[in-house]
């Protein structure tokens, strides 16, 4: 802060105390950083944004592709796949009560100027926080599953020297009949 003594004279003395400044100049910077901050956050929400109850029974998981760039539309979305989309995970990876997979939405918002693409995954998951009141978090958790791997004595399979694929469905007994199929064409 710099100060002066002017009281006595019509000369002044500038003086400058490097205490007075550092802390005068903190609470500055502490609101710009601030300022800045909260910027930044409303920037990456919607400049207005409508989420209703749909009147679609069923409807895809899959926005369609968007029409408008300044705006973003999922007809008939469920929570689920808002959040995969929104967090950037497989549907089968978001976990939740029973009623994300099947109550749907219609969710129209308008893009702020100047917004990308890639910023709308971010605006998504502000919009799903402060309507749904969302909170993520991340668990691991320990799956079951089978794995195809050669047995003891290593693999029995013959290779064919010219394979004709067939291929076999039986819906009643609930089997799969495949002929001639190489590794590559079962996985």
Known sequence: ??????????KCITKTDPQVTLGSVRPFFAILIATLC????????FEKASVTRSSQNAGADVAPPQQDPARVHYPGATLRSLL?????????RVAGPKWIGDERFDIDATLPAGATPEQIPVM????LAQRFGVIVHEENKTAKFFALVPAKGGVKMKSVEKPEISATV??????IQLRDYTMPQFA
């Open 84 to 92: 995969a989309r929104a967090y950037g995970v497989a549907l089968e």
């Open 124 to 127: 998504l998951q502000h919009l």
């Open 38 to 45: 909260v910027a930044a956050l409303s920037a990456q929400d």
């Open 1 to 10: 802060m710099i100060w002066r003594n002017c009281a006595r004279s019509r």
């Open 170 to 175: 039986d819906l009643v007994s609930d089997s």
